[in-house]
Structures are given as structure tokens and as C-alpha cells.
């Protein structure tokens, strides 16, 4: 999926592993810089892996390359890859539950200096401020997930990477948040998306992928994907 | 008035029990490991503070300035060289690591110093006292003892609520896995947490070592009340470490005033009503932060 931008997450021929279970199956994905990219498909398909295979924390073949900006990632650990510019904001949250609104802000804030602060998280989620000093344990799941997002961005990753932000939300907070998504892509932020609402992921991104049991089966430019082919590619039947 | 110098005994021998238990807490709450070594590891101190003493002629409380960083160090490699790989082996793999290492440590100090019994010369500060009443006195030593045991707590509690490494203590403590992917060292940060402990029961050894005397194999009775002082004032809570120790040094001092020989008893029988009665100790680990 060139867009005639520079690539910046290459993954090359990656295959993971859960013990004796492969839950990819030679996948190949660039994300250009700038460009937001949707991984989607149905529970299992492997999409969490995927982040995962990026961040280092499944097993990948020896063959498999995961490279930032030209430089393999290797056997280099997860805060390791944090430091070179790749951030996740994991499935569920993880929120740290002792710690406060903006400690958990402020865990990722220190790493790198960039466009994002948290006055420019604050000014994102106008809820927050008034969070601040809560522990994170007590919001709600959409507070949480605000804050999530902000703690990626705060780390001013390169790629930043968020795992199913619509999990068990409502659909009006889903709305919102994929607002701010839309404003987190147009200033520039280059984006990896999983998502099974797919509604919502072919509204933030430029490119589609989707996986079933490990593989990808639909890469296309998103503008161009269609309900029945993304049917088609969900379910392995034909549209 | 027997009565009343019991309980204010008791709130002092507190302070040493506060100060044992201190290091104990710590690596448990930030590393949910049971350091069994950490009886053990105090004494070391205390022979290292007599070794250095003697060496360089100079006070117990000055040998703090070389058994402080010596403790720390050694905690700093030994979480990172031997605890830290452990953890990969389950929950089960560090805490015998820990058993291993006080075996050890008994029987190098016993090799080294032989079983005999042994005091750190506090001098006068061992004997001084200011007498309350005609019938109450307490010894500068031992207030100074709980004095330094507020101190470290207090001390302790503001690095861990207020500094950008107590935040990452506290959120490697919560959720290691997410803590790496927010750019944390979890390795560093375990090493962290473990020096400052070391370094905190290198104050206990100093301290124990100038209010009592100690043996190579003292270790594990230490283990036991540190132990109980943490049950006591509730897992993971510094403060309830704090409360712990005085509430277990009271229930022995007025323990012995009952019968002599209950002082001991007195404290392992508190500590069963309180671990019965309130299996989360005292102070809930709710105010950690």
C-alpha cells in the first residue's frame, strides 16, 4: 500500500508463536509515515499479536523482521522499543489502577519531548483536567480509555499503535473517541489501528488490513474496500 | 506505673521491630517477593558495621556511612543478577532463591565469625537515658532507634509517592508487563527497589547490633518479627509496617510484665488475633501511595 510516503513499521515475513500455537502466518505490512493503517478482523484472527510481534512480547520466527525507521527491532525488549519511537495502547486499558489520572500520564511523559504534553492531552480530553488527581482504578471505562489514548501520546511515539479503543463502550463514547483518533491522525501521528468496528476503523484509516486465522486476506487502500469485501474477507465466504 | 513503662517500653523496642520489618515491606510491595533472607541479611550488616567499626575505630554509627552503600549495592546486584531471571521461573523460584541465600549467609558468617555472641559498642549512648518519672526512664538509644524508624518510613513513603521513581515503582508494582510498554526498565527498576530495601536493613543490622547482640544464625528469629510487624500493620503498607512494629513490641513488653517468659509468646499470639481478626492487617494496604 504505497502512498509515495517514507515507510516507517515494516513487517517482513512475521510469524508468532504461542508455544506450539502459530497466531500469524507470514505477515508482511508497511506503515508509511503520517499514514494510519486499520488491522481488522474477527476474534482470533491475530490482530493483537500483531501489536504484539511489533512490541516484542510474543515469540516470532527467526526469519520474521520488525523494523522502525530501517532499524530491526531484533531482540530488543518492549521498553527498549518504546525508546526508539513505537507506543501501545494496550486492549483494556492497563490502566496502572493506584496510580493517579496524571501519574499515569506523567509514567509516559517523561520518556520523549514532542508535540504532545499533557496541556495538549488536556486540551484533547477537556475531562481530564478535572480527573487529575483520581485514582485511575475508579473511572469509568470511557475515562480510562481517554486516558489510555493520552498516555500513548504524551510518550510522542513514532507509531503509535492502539488496540480495540471500542471494547465494551458505549457507542456515544466510541463516537468521541474516534473524533479525537480523527484529530490524533491529522496532525500528522502515524497510526496502527486494531479494531472490530469496523465502522470506525475505515473512518480513521488510509489502508485496510484484514486477518483470518493468522493471515492477512484483505489489503487494500480503505476508500476503495467495500462492505461486501470486507464480508468476504472477514468470513472467508464469497460476498 | 509498671504498667504504663511497659507499654512505653514496648513502643520503643516498636521502633527496632518498624525498622527490621521496613525492608521486608518494601520488596513486597513493589516486588511481591518474600525476601527469607532478610533476617539474615540484617545480622550481615550488623557483623559488617562491627567488622568496619573495628577497622577503622570509629562509632557503630558512623559505620552506617560504608554498610548503607554496601547493602545497597549488593541489593542492586543481586536482584538484577540472580532475583530478577528468577522471577521468570514463577513466584515460587525467588522465594528460594531467597531460602538459598540465608543458608548461605548463616554459614559464611559462622565460618567467619564463629558462633560466638556479639554487640556493636554504642558507648554511651548504649547507657544514657532520660528518666520521664521517678519510676519511668527510657534510653536515648532505643528513642533514637524509633526515631530513625519514623524517619526511614517517612522517608520511604515520600520517595515512593513523590518521585518519578516511586511512580514507577508503584506502577511496575501494579501491572509489570504494561509498565515496559510505557517505557519502563522493569529490571531497573526491581534493582531500584531492591537497593534502597538492602539499604534500609543495613540501618536495622547497625541499629540491632548497638540496642542487643547478635549471632551468625539471629537471622531467622528477625525474619519472624519482621515478618509479623508486616502481617500485623497490613501487606504492603509502609505506615502499617510503622504500626506493626509498635503494636508488636508493646504486646511483648506487656507480655513479659505478665510472666517473664510470655514476652515473645505475647507478640506471635497478637499477631495470630490480628491476622485472624483482620487477615489484611491493620492498615489496609489502601493508603500505600
Known amino acids: 500500500m504505497n502512498t509515495g510516503l517514507t515507510p516507517l513499521l515494516r513487517l517482513v515475513d512475521v510469524d508468532a508463536w504461542y508455544g506450539h500455537f502459530q497466531a500469524l502466518r507470514g505477515i508482511d505490512l508497511t506503515v508509511h509515515d503520517g499514514e494510519t493503517v486499520a488491522v481488522i478482523g474477527a476474534n482470533g484472527a491475530g490482530k493483537t499479536t500483531l501489536l504484539r510481534s511489533v512490541m516484542g512480547t510474543v515469540t516470532l520466527s527467526p526469519q520474521s523482521r520488525v523494523e522502525l525507521a530501517g532499524v530491526e527491532l531484533g531482540s530488543r525488549r518492549p521498553h527498549e522499543r518504546v525508546r526508539e519511537g513505537v507506543t501501545l495502547v494496550p486492549e483494556g486499558r492497563k490502566l496502572f489502577p493506584s496510580l493517579t489520572v496524571r501519574e499515569n500520564l506523567e509514567i509516559a511523559a517523561t520518556r520523549a519531548r514532542g508535540r504532545w504534553d499533557l496541556d495538549s492531552v488536556y486540551d484533547l480530553f477537556p475531562n481530564l483536567p478535572l480527573l487529575a488527581r483520581r485514582a485511575a482504578g475508579s473511572l469509568s471505562g470511557g475515562e480510562q480509555q481517554a486516558v489510555a489514548i493520552g498516555r500513548g501520546l504524551v510518550a510522542n511515539p513514532r507509531v503509535l499503535m492502539l488496540d480495540e479503543v471500542s471494547l465494551g463502550l458505549a457507542p456515544v463514547v466510541v463516537e468521541r473517541l474516534y473524533g479525537a483518533l480523527a484529530e490524533i491522525a491529522s496532525s500528522g501521528m502515524t497510526m496502527l489501528v486494531v479494531e472490530q468496528d469496523v465502522g470506525q476503523a475505515l473512518r480513521i484509516a488510509k489502508t485496510v488490513l484484514c486477518l483470518r486465522a493468522g493471515a492477512t486476506v484483505l489489503a487494500a487502500p480503505a476508500a476503495e474496500v467495500t462492505a461486501a469485501a470486507v464480508t468476504a474477507a472477514y468470513f472467508g465466504a464469497s460476498a | ?289
Open chain 2, 1 to 289: 506505673m509498671t504498667w504504663v513503662n511497659a507499654v512505653v517500653q514496648g513502643l520503643l523496642l516498636g521502633g527496632v521491630y518498624a525498622l527490621y520489618a521496613c525492608g521486608l515491606s518494601l520488596v513486597f510491595g513493589v516486588l511481591r517477593i518474600v525476601n527469607l533472607a532478610h533476617g539474615d541479611l540484617t545480622v550481615l550488616a550488623a557483623f559488617l558495621a562491627l567488622v568496619v567499626g573495628q577497622a577503622l575505630g570509629v562509632h557503630p554509627l558512623l559505620t552506617l556511612l560504608v554498610v548503607v552503600p554496601a547493602l545497597a549495592a549488593a541489593g542492586y546486584a543481586l536482584q538484577h543478577a540472580v532475583l530478577f531471571p528468577a522471577l521468570r521461573g514463577g513466584e515460587l523460584a525467588p522465594l528460594l532463591v531467597t531460602f538459598g541465600l540465608s543458608v548461605v549467609l548463616q554459614n559464611l558468617l559462622l565460618e567467619a565469625f564463629s558462633a560466638d555472641t556479639r554487640s556493636l559498642p554504642a558507648g554511651t549512648l548504649g547507657t544514657a537515658g532520660l528518666a520521664l518519672t521517678d519510676l519511668l526512664s527510657v534510653g536515648w538509644l532505643a528513642v533514637l532507634t524509633l526515631g530513625v524508624a519514623v524517619a526511614v518510613l517517612v522517608g520511604l513513603q515520600l520517595l515512593i509517592s513523590r518521585t518519578a521513581i516511586g511512580r514507577a515503582m508503584r506502577a511496575t508494582s501494579d501491572d509489570p508487563e504494561t509498565a515496559q510498554l510505557m517505557g519502563l526498565d522493569d529490571r531497573k527498576v526491581y534493582a531500584v527497589a531492591t537497593a534502597i530495601a538492602f539499604a534500609t536493613i543495613a540501618v536495622a543490622g547497625v541499629f540491632s547490633g548497638m540496642r542487643g547482640t547478635f549471632t551468625p544464625t539471629l537471622g531467622p528469629q528477625l525474619l519472624i518479627f519482621a515478618f509479623e510487624a508486616v502481617i500485623i500493620g497490613g501487606l504492603g503498607s509502609l505506615w502499617g509496617t510503622l504500626v506493626g512494629g509498635l503494636v508488636l513490641g508493646v504486646a511483648q513488653t506487656v507480655g513479659a510484665q505478665i510472666q517473664p517468659s510470655y514476652g515473645v509468646l505475647a507478640g506471635h499470639l497478637v499477631f495470630l488475633a490480628v491476622l485472624a481478626a483482620r487477615p489484611g492487617g491493620i492498615l489496609r494496604r489502601a493508603e500505600r501511595r
